[in-house]
């Protein structure tokens, strides 16, 4: 059975052993015997061809947009010309990595993407279990789901439209530039300061995301047994004791799992984010990996040394995921996998 | 009194915490609500009118929005978008319910697993943006609208957010379907699909908002502007052109860089999120999704 499945897999071999005269007499499953492999797979391509034509369309596209693209990763060892292309550029080695690695930007651009990283952990991570639990704390069930209407919907707007959103508001020509007028001070344009730009990252995401992250650990308070409540209440413990000794232990495991999976994402940063507002705040406070990839590879033509940078991101955040994964095991935890 | 839903044991709000609990919220939303507030309500603001921190602008005119549906680049993105959206979502619909119902046949079916297992891969691992845009550059789809639909066909979460559906699905409907001579096709397209509606219409809602939404694969694939969905020019109009000294931008698009008329483009993209969300929000606060994370 095993090496039938071995081979059943290719999907493409489904469609080119499946002549179209022998569907005509389709076979008792039990009267051919299953003489070798080639006999068996094409037998079961016969018997469950339903099924592997509805399995074709999916499987074609993860295999042609998902583990075709593996191959480019080789142009991180070429000097890739798009002229050339794949087969006629030269082979170069490791050149690309010493590239990077002599290259003061990309040292600036790892900077960048492990301390925005590191905000990101302090202080977007912590933000959806503090508004879980305050709204969890409320009695009326109606302002729970009026502010739970409203915190959920930012998540749903694109990155364009939030970031357009702020500019409007706290932009050079926004409503707090106007407010600061008034009051006589300086104009204010939140959204153009480098210095800044890390902390406005994070309050984006925050107001972005902070709503959606509240919804797993919603969960998880929900799956605390209410008689514990009760019977710490009937002891004596006040609400902020109950939080503190009950629904915080209750929601640990979803938080030190969550918590685990965003280390492992250390080097993925909000792309698009910091893409669009790169422009107005300058490479130098908001150059991260992926942005990196982008300028250098596709815009500026140094394809190998973008894609270099593109796999060291690629599979240090695969290991990281891994890695986390199984420390999220070993915590006793379920794990992602 | 009114919180006789609440167990006996709760102990009567305490004024103080209260307090603070009720400013801690409004706090919370004014945040959230202000600025999409400020954004839609001075989008109708006329042209004379000064842009001001008030949430009521002095003059009100839909001069904004009638410059847009003029014509021009942001009535032609939107129809790019709508379409793209319909497209891509019927698209994503159709390879996803498929492959997930083929999915389900690991134990019937050799070969099925391996596939189950390809398809949990990919969400731990991406090739990165230059390997996909040789992959898409190979196939010929730069400067097409297939490039917004075709590379982000479907997603691994999904299909397994809707194969965990369709496992929990009653057997015994599928047995007696087969007993009275069903194939796998029907069984699939009769019973499978019609059971599924609820998982179907919140898919097709996370497919719809992520093909609306859609930038990045946009501007890498699209070099041609007339073929831009909204969000590129949204981006262009609103973001960069605020930020540029520059005014080329403005000319460049034939629009007048009046603010309200870069609100009126913001609010036109930010609509069809608004109509859908009710649905969506219905859909994941009865865990359908999170119920899935867990599977």
Known sequence: ?337 | MTSSHQPVWVERPNRVVTTIKGILIGAILLVMIYPLAYVILNSFAGPEATTTAGLIPSEWSLSSYSTIFKGGIVQRSLIVSILITLVGTALSLVVTSTLAYALTKTRQVPGIRPALYLVLLTMIFSAGIIPNYLVVKAFGLLDSYWSLIVPVLASAFNVVVMRNFFMQLPRELFEAARIDGAGELSIFIKIVLPLSKAVLAVIGLFYAVSYWNSFFNALLYLNDSSKWPIQLVLNSYVLQGASMSSMNGAEMYNLPSSQSVQMAVLVTATVPILIVYPFLQKYFTKGVLTGAIKG
């Open chain 1, 1 to 337: 059975m095993t090496s039938i499945q071995g081979r059943g897999m290719t999907d493409r071999e489904a469609v080119a052993a499946r002549p179209g005269a022998t569907t005509l007499i389709p076979p008792d499953p039990r009267s051919s015997p299953p003489a070798g492999r080639m006999r068996r797979l094409a037998h079961a391509l016969r018997q469950h061809k339903v099924i592997y034509l509805l399995l074709l369309p999916g499987m074609l596209y993860f295999l042609v947009f998902h583990y075709l693209p593996l191959g480019g990763v080789s142009i991180a060892f070429m000097d890739y010309s798009p002229f050339l292309g794949l087969s006629g550029s030269t082979w170069s080695g490791l050149d690309n990595f010493a590239k990077l690695f002599d290259d003061p930007e990309f040292v600036g651009t790892v900077r960048n993407t492990l301390i925005i990283s590191f905000l990101q952990i302090a202080f977007a991570f912590p933000a959806p279990i503090l508004l879980a639990l305050l709204l969890n704390s409320l009695l009326s069930e109606r302002t729970k789901r009026v502010v739970q209407a409203v915190v959920y919907l930012p998540h749903f707007l694109s990155w364009v439209i939030v970031i357009a959103v702020w500019q409007q508001v706290l932009g050079g020509a926004g409503a707090l530039a106007d407010l600061f007028q008034r009051l006589g001070l300086d104009g204010v344009n939140v959204m153009a300061n480098a210095e800044t730009f890390k902390i406005l990252l994070t309050s984006q995401v925050i107001w972005k995301d902070v709503g959606w992250g509240t919804i797993i650990f919603f969960a998880a308070i929900a799956s605390i047994p209410p008689q514990l409540y009760e019977s710490a209440a009937v002891d004596g413990a006040g609400s902020l004791r109950r939080t503190w000794h009950i629904t915080l232990p209750g929601i640990l495991p979803v938080m030190v799992l969550l918590l685990i999976l965003r280390l492992g994402n250390v080097l993925s940063v909000g792309f698009e984010q910091i893409l669009l507002q790169q422009p107005s705040v300058g490479a130098e406070a908001a150059q991260v990996l992926d942005t990196f990839v982008y300028f250098r590879g596709v815009l500026g033509g140094d394809w190998g040394i973008g894609a270099a940078a593109g796999l060291l991101k690629g599979a240090i955040g695969t290991l990281m995921i891994v890695a986390a994964n199984r420390i999220a095991h070993r915590a006793g935890s379920e794990g992602l996998f």
